[in-house]
């Protein structure tokens, strides 16, 4: 592990923890892969299929934001090709949706894809009809979820019926509750309305005042708290919606304490708890955390204008 000097900027920071999280993705890709035969039905979807769409996600907001290095961009771009092709082109997705058209997920994993300029026509025009049913809009999901379906509709280009303020109070962050309840989960919640509200922190004043007041008050206090039990994971997550607001709140400190956790390999463990040699489960345990810091990154220089 490296320790960063206290004199390094936030931005020289994440640019190092971004750049080596995403290479450390892209050496590791092969884990994620389907096994042969993989169908629709996806009996075990967060084996392959969710890591795949999150790598997804991180790389096409590298893309977007493009204020990493070539070299990292270039990472970028393979792991969406990587995934694309484990999607066989998008196909497996189309079939998963349409042979499961309650379900959010395929439109969820597509719309990464379509962020970064891939497109599958016979899904895009699946997805086109069945936005426009209410069964769709309104599948039982935790209220930051549904956020998620609503932003991805948006972004691939169909029609946004969302009300967003109604979808906003609906949520434990929209409620703005006493902050000392929060919990680990709760905080994942917290930040994943966040993400959705101003996709990925691209609309940052999407953030109603309220709810801005509200996290610049209490982000830090969140934070302080999993950086002392070191959890990385939420840390980071944290970090990517310090990222997200109109002004970032959180003390730098934090960005130096999550790069000190690194491996030198780019590895950033999800907890102060978890280890292991065996390179599968070093894959499994800690993709997510690699995944979300490399987003914090990108947003954190897209901020600076790197």
Request: net charge negative; charged share 25%.
């Amino acid at each position: 592990m490296t320790t960063p000097g206290p004199a390094e900027s936030v931005g020289a920071t994440a640019l190092r923890t971004g750049s080596r999280a995403l290479g450390w993705l892209h050496r590791n890709r092969a884990q994620g892969t389907f096994a042969d035969g993989a169908t629709a039905e996806l009996a075990e979807p967060d084996s392959v299929y969710k890591p795949l769409g999150e790598m997804a996600l991180a790389a096409s907001l590298v893309l977007r934001d493009a204020t990493f290095p070539a070299a990292e961009r270039d990472a970028a771009g393979d792991l969406l090709d990587f995934a694309w092709d484990q999607f066989r082109g998008g196909d497996l997705l189309y079939e998963r949706q349409l042979r499961f058209p309650a379900m959010t997920d395929p439109l969820e994993s597509y719309v990464h894809f379509h962020r970064a300029g891939y497109r599958h026509e016979r899904l895009q025009a699946l997805l086109t009809h069945l936005t426009d049913l209410t069964s769709y809009r309104e599948y039982e999901h935790a209220p930051n979820r549904r956020m998620a379906v609503a932003n991805a509709t948006r972004v691939i280009g169909v029609a946004d019926r969302t009300d967003w303020p109604a979808r906003t109070a609906a949520t434990w962050l929209g409620a703005t509750p006493e902050p000392w309840t929060m919990d680990w989960m709760t905080a994942y919640h917290v930040t994943h309305t966040v993400f959705h509200l101003t996709d990925w922190g691209a609309e940052p004043h999407a953030l109603p005042p309220r709810l801005r007041d509200y996290l610049a008050t209490w982000l830090p206090v969140w934070t302080d708290v999993w950086l002392e039990i070191e959890e990385w994971d939420l840390v980071a997550e944290l970090l990517v919606v310090d990222a997200a607001m109109p002004e970032p709140v959180c003390d730098p400190a934090a960005w130096r304490r999550l790069a000190a956790a690194q491996h030198e390999d780019g590895l950033l463990p999800r907890d102060g708890r978890t280890g292991t040699d065996d390179e599968e489960r070093r894959f499994d345990d800690h993709y997510h955390t690699a995944t979300v810091a490399t987003i914090a990154s990108s947003l954190v220089l897209s901020r600076l204008g790197a």
